[in-house]
Nanobody, 122 residues
Framework: QVRLVESGGGLAQAGGSLRLSCAAS????????MGWFRQAPGREREFVAA????????DYADSVRGRFTISRDNAKNTAYLQMNNLKPEDGAIYYC???????????????WGQGTQVTVSS
């Protein structure tokens, strides 16, 4: 079983940057693909980015492609989401989760963390 804890959220200005971390417990972290999702008030939880178990393959939502970068360090049992050129519409609670293989559908992921709040001021 993998337990996930997100951190790194906060307040940023439009155009600024934040780096989110997802720390995993358990020895099987490197066996799973990792994903980041976000949920804004009144909206569905949506896919942001995913990385394969090895870190060699990534995928992004069109809305963040070119601005966000997902990565992982299996030696540290941690995944990251580097967010640059933030926009007010990026404000949401960001969650990480694991999946047997890299995917974009919410239903493919499990072991959700508690989330970290990102707020972007204009």
């Amino acid at each position: 079983q993998v337990r996930l804890v997100e951190s790194g959220g906060g307040l940023a200005q439009a155009g600024g940057s934040l780096r989110l971390s997802c720390a995993a417990s358990g020895r099987t972290f490197s066996s799973y693909a990792m994903g980041w999702f976000r949920q804004a008030p009144g909206r569905e939880r949506e896919f942001v980015a995913a990385v394969s178990a090895s870190g060699g393959t990534t995928d992004y939502a069109d809305s963040v492609r070119g601005r966000f970068t997902i990565s992982r360090d299996n030696a540290k049992n941690t995944a990251y989401l580097q967010m640059n050129n933030l926009k007010p519409e990026d404000g949401a609670i960001y969650y990480c989760a694991v999946s047997p293989t890299i995917a974009t559908l919410r239903g493919s992921f499990g072991n959700w963390g508690q989330g970290t709040q990102v707020t972007v001021s204009s």
